[in-house]
Every structure is written in C-alpha cells, then in structure tokens.
C-alpha cells in the first residue's frame, strides 16, 4: 500500500481518492488511462486537469460533484457562467426550492409587467434584478438537486432510471 500524504493543502482529487483509501495505482488502474504519475501531478497541480480526466476520476471516485467543482473552479468558461453546487440534505433542498418557488409565484405578475413591451426600462430595473435573483436562486435549487440524485445513484443509495 502506498504512503499516505500528510499535506494540509490536498487538492479536491487528492482528497476524493485518499477518501476511498486508494492508491495513485489503484485509482489509475481502476481508471485505466491516467498514469499514477500523471495522477500525482493533476493532484499536486503540476498540470491542468482536463475534462476527460475529470469525468473518469468522478466515475472512479463515485464523486459527481467533482464534475461541478472543475467547471465552477476550474474552467475559464465555467468560472464565469457555472455556480459551483454543494451536495446538501434533501429535505433542506427541497425547502429552499419550494421557498424560492414561491417567491417566484408572486413576483411572476410583476415580471409579465415589465416584459409586456419588450424591453426592461430604467425604472424596472431594480424589480427586474430581483426577479432575476429569484430565478438563479431556482436554478441553483435544480442543480444541487441533480447533483444529490447523480452523488445518489453513484454512491447505489437509489437506483438508476435511465430509459
């Protein structure tokens, strides 16, 4: 069995494998195409991690947030478009989405107003913003749920239902 790293700064790979209690060779093997050398300089930073890479880890680390982590953190287009997701409880999911629902709910008369003619004024800007607000909060609510579905069936705690 290989040394265990006693390093505070561990990346999010380093972690994730050293989690399940893998080697560099066992995950690489486990793998199949990442090296336990190219493995240590991903882990290290050495070099940039590409998506490909990030994917196969994910699936080997049955990590899918791992997938999330690298576009929000890591990718020079999804740092700027992509909010990084936190595996949360379901029931604290499923309150946050149903908060920001309703929300939602009653902003959506106040949002029909302001697109009614096609363009957002000056004076509508500030309840267009919260309304916008409120949608990205949904949007994050979507994806942290599908997040904890994909960890979900990774982990065999609920099967698949691929059709």
């Keep these: 069995m290989g040394r265990r790293s ?4 561990k990346s999010i790979y380093q972690e994730l494998r050293e989690k399940l209690e893998l080697t560099r060779e066992k995950a690489s093997e486990l793998i199949g195409f990442i090296s336990p050398a190219k ?5 290290n930073g050495k070099v940039a991690v590409q998506p490909e890479d990030v994917i196969a880890l ?3 680390y049955k990590s899918p947030e791992l997938c999330n982590y690298y576009c929000s953190q890591e990718c020079p287009i999804g740092q700027h478009y992509i909010p990084e997701v936190h595996i949360k409880d379901l029931t604290q999911i499923a309150v946050e989405t149903l908060n920001s629902l ?8 106040r949002l029909l107003e302001i697109v009614e003619d096609g363009r957002v004024t000056p004076d509508e800007y500030n309840d267009f913003f919260k309304i916008k ?3 990205e909060k949904i949007s994050l609510s979507v ?8 960890k979900s069936i990774a982990e065999g705690d609920i099967a698949s239902n691929k059709h």
């Design 102 to 109: 309703n929300r939602m709910n009653k902003e959506k008369d």
């Design 58 to 60: 994910a699936e080997c």
């Design 133 to 135: 607000k409120t949608l």
């Design 143 to 150: 994806d942290t749920l599908q997040l904890w579905v994909e």
């Design 6 to 9: 006693n390093k505070d700064d």
């Design 39 to 43: 493995l240590e300089k991903i882990e």
